[in-house]
């Protein structure tokens, strides 16, 4: 179907979306073209092992820029000589290695950990200018959303796919409503856009954005430099939306101007003079409107296992007793005793034991300066345990480094480490020990995120800093500085200032190689990876699903809200090149406990119980199941368990997707409905019968309990046709070329993309790891 865009006044994100449709089809599904995909290690295995197995090629690599940051270690690569000798942990290490040996394979640009480029993928795509104002950005990773702080249309996506991204340079997508988040006036002095965006979960809830791509805008937005902009949009995905957007502006351009891969001379006017487009239309209409006033917004920090846990600094921690609704009471209460914290305790007693400071929301160069003006010249208190900066990035540690940032750090006793992900979930060895409580820059609270058994507490960076030398939370507004002396601490970076530093960020010379980094990665002996699976009788990639009709299974009842994908499917099981094997992973913390000798034993959690073991469908009561993190892991979890189907009220939207892609389906019903007429069969251990075809849920006698479940049209003929989304698409390639013509033409500002990177330190003859002369490359 050709697509006509509205006529009428469009907002930012209508823009961005017009601008991307390559078709659209008779369901309201739309093709997106993909102008810039990011991948990492954690999300990708198995969606390049579908590639190969089904013989298809990356289709622009000059789109597809790769690095290495979730299983990285982060203590001094100094004495770095191989991933086998550095990396210590035999999965981290094989999902490196796969990386490196995929990349190499079909020829994707990459920096690997001898690269000062490398750190995690949000913070590197806009510093190379790879990410750019009005493109559509993804990659396996829910936090794809901060690159919407570009006016991108930015979100995460499931390894699937990826895959179906790397095969096609597309993907499928609904129309998601519109959603605007005003903030007017001015912030006070001191109070950061982390501040901000916890005040604004805090408000509008973890599923307050759901189904919504929100737009950030108003005097306090506009005021905040790009790096302030990512950390709320990086954030937008715990408001629960598709995608957080601000308009491109001055400040946008600046920062984009003269990154490696913005473009240039003619092509960058042409580009400006169309990025100044983009901004939503006056009269354009809003599907929610949430107004805010900046003045009301004052150093935020979470107290619970949720991001919407938020409270502003000077408050204490709640009280049940004054909730009524029982899910959400019982929720606090679990959430008090998982974090050890007694109800109406004031939030500036409570201790801290460690500090993290880091992660893709606030590892950025200006995060770290408002750290280290606070900690200069103090020590950290008696009481911390350990306190670690992790730059986000390679570039940005060396910025760090050259402003001696570093030393401020050590010398208050902080660990200065080397760029990746680091404790913001733990892939690799920096993890908080059970029950210790850490003030974290991170975006994440979830239960076990940094640890199993670890509290963890979000706020700014200045605010974790503070914490780390009074030893518990304090309010920044009354913390006592040492160093204002020198003209810090600089709480705000002039934008002149800003553009001196940006730029000698990026004046770097590349370090000296170790001898077998990476264009000897060629050489390495990647013994450990298996090019094809071994445990599967078919080749899996996404074309391998079976049609789903009807279903009769045993139900189980699940009570609980907002059900994070690290609750379905914690980090430890994402470790894995498979897409098999994960139900030990399901529910790890709630299906198990430790015994005195460490040993796993069963808990009592239902689906460890009779008849539950063998439910197949999930009656959960409470909104957003599996919200979070874009792991596939989840759904592919419970459909190893043998889960076919989930009923919730509301789901996370990329577990929503990933669940599709994987035959199992999640059924959205009203919260009523549930609780009244499935949850007493559930509850029982009774059968229900989910008929898809004709959209109803009966029970095992066959009376009908719910008439008509809404699903969209096109995943449902995916479904009971069992079609593979990649094959579907792949039959559109005559539109996919055309919108390529197009797109050279319009956009040409666009092309060239990653395969314009420069990598000085390799010699050309050697030049394995990337293969950047072909762009286009044929199916
Ligand atoms: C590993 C990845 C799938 C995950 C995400 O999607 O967010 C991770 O980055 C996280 O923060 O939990
Ligand atoms: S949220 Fe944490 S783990 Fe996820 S990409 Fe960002 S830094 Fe990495």
């Known amino acids: 179907m050709v697509y006509t865009p509205s006529k009428g006044p469009r907002t930012l994100y209508d823009k961005v979306f017009d601008a991307h449709v390559v078709h659209q089809d008779e369901n309201d599904s739309f093709l997106l073209y993909i102008d810039r995909h990011l991948v990492h290690e954690v999300t990708s295995p198995q969606a390049f092992e579908g590639l190969e197995n089904a013989g298809r090629k990356v289709r622009r690599i000059d789109c597809t820029l790769a690095t290495v940051d979730h299983n990285i270690p982060t203590e001094s690569r100094k004495n770095f000589k191989s991933l086998d000798t550095f990396i210590k942990q035999n999965d981290s290490r094989l999902q490196v290695k796969t990386l490196e040996n995929n990349v190499k394979q079909f020829g994707v640009p990459y920096f690997g950990m001898s690269e000062a480029r490398q750190g995690i993928v949000h913070t590197i795509g806009p510093e190379e200018g790879f990410t750019l104002p009005g493109t559509t950005v993804v990659c396996g990773d829910s936090h794809t959303s901060t690159h919407g702080a570009f006016g991108s249309l930015a979100f995460g996506i499931g390894t699937s796919e990826v895959e179906h991204v790397l095969a096609t340079q597309t993907i499928i997508q609904a129309k998601s409503k519109n959603m605007r988040i005003t903030v007017n006036g001015k912030l006070s002095a001191g109070i950061t856009s982390k501040d901000l965006i916890l005040y604004i979960i805090g408000l509008i809830g973890t599923a307050g954005g759901t189904g919504s791509v929100i737009e950030f805008a108003g005097e306090a937005i506009e005021a905040l430099s790009m790096e302030a902009r990512m950390s709320m949009c990086n954030m937008a995905i715990e408001a629960g939306a598709r995608a957080g957007m601000i308009k491109p502006d001055e400040i946008t351009f600046q920062y984009t101007k003269g990154r490696p891969l913005a473009p240039k001379g003619a092509e960058w006017e042409k580009a400006v003079a169309y990025w100044k487009t983009l901004g939503t239309d006056k009269d354009a209409k809003f599907d929610h409107e949430i107004e805010i ?24 921690v709640p009280d049940p007793k004054n909730v009524n609704d029982p899910i959400k009471k019982s929720g606090m209460e679990r959430a008090l005793t998982y974090m050890g914290l007694k109800a109406n305790t004031p939030l500036m007693s409570i201790k801290v034991d460690k500090v993290f400071i880091g992660s893709c929301t606030n590892g950025r160069i200006e995060d770290l300066r408002s750290a280290a003006a606070v900690v200069k010249g103090h020590k950290l208190a008696d009481n911390i345990k350990l306190a670690m900066v992790v730059p986000g990035s390679g570039l940005v540690k060396k910025q760090a480094e050259a402003e001696g940032l570093h030393n401020i750090f050590q010398e208050a006793g902080f660990e200065w480490r080397e760029a990746g992900c680091s404790m913001c979930l733990g892939m690799n060895p920096d993890i908080l020990n ?6 974290s820059t991170s975006n994440r609270n979830f239960e076990g995120r940094q640890g199993a058994l670890s509290r963890t507490h979000l706020m700014s960076p200045a605010m974790a800093a503070a914490a780390g030398i009074s030893g518990h939370f304090i ?35 590349e370090p000296a190689q170790p001898e077998d980094a990476p264009q000897d990665v060629a050489n390495d002996e990647l013994k450990d990876i298996p090019t094809k699976s071994n445990d599967a009788p078919t080749k899996p990639s996404s074309s391998s699903m079976k049609p789903f009709l009807t279903l009769e299974g045993i139900s189980a009842p699940l009570d ?17 090149i498979k897409r098999t094997g994960l139900k030990k992973g399901l529910f790890y913390e709630w299906r198990f406990h430790k015994d005195d000798q460490g040993k796993d034993q069963e808990t009592d959690f239902v689906l460890n119980v009779e008849p539950w073991r063998k439910a197949e469908i999930l009656i959960v009561t409470g909104d957003n199941f599996g919200c979070g993190s874009s792991r596939e892991h989840a759904p592919w979890a419970l459909k190893d368990f043998g889960i076919k189907s989930i009923i919730a009220p509301s789901y996370g939207d990329i577990f929503y997707n990933n669940s599709f892609k994987n035959g199992l389906l999640p059924i959205r019903l009203d919260q009523q409905i549930i609780i009244d007429k499935l949850i007493p069969i559930a509850n029982k251990g009774g059968k229900l019968c989910v008929d898809l075809p004709n959209q109803r849920i009966l029970d095992s006698n066959g009376n009908v309990l719910v008439d008509h479940f809404e699903i969209e049209p096109f995943r449902k003929h995916c479904l009971v046709n069992g079609l593979d989304d990649i094959g579907i698409t792949l039959q559109k390639e005559e539109f996919i070329s055309k919108y390529e013509a197009l797109r050279r033409d319009k956009y040409s500002f666009l092309e060239g993309g990653s395969k314009l990177l420069k990598f000085d330190n390799i010699p050309k003859r050697k030049a394995a790891v990337t293969t950047f002369d072909t762009v286009h490359q044929d199916w």
Do not use: M
């Open 475 to 509: 309010d920044i507004r009354e913390f006592e500085y040492k160093s204002q002396d020198e003209g810090s601490p600089k709480l705000e970076v002039t934008s002149e200032d800003e553009r001196e530093l940006e730029s000698a960020a990026y004046d770097h010379v």
């Open 293 to 316: 006033e900046a003045i009301d917004v004052i150093p935020t920090i979470t107290w619970g296992t949720s991001p919407q846990d938020a409270l502003p600094i000077t408050g204490a």
């Open 560 to 576: 609980k809200a907002n059900v994070d994908t690290d609750a379905i499917i914690p980090k430890q099981f994402l470790k894995t």
């Open 434 to 439: 059970a029950y210790e409580r850490c003030a």
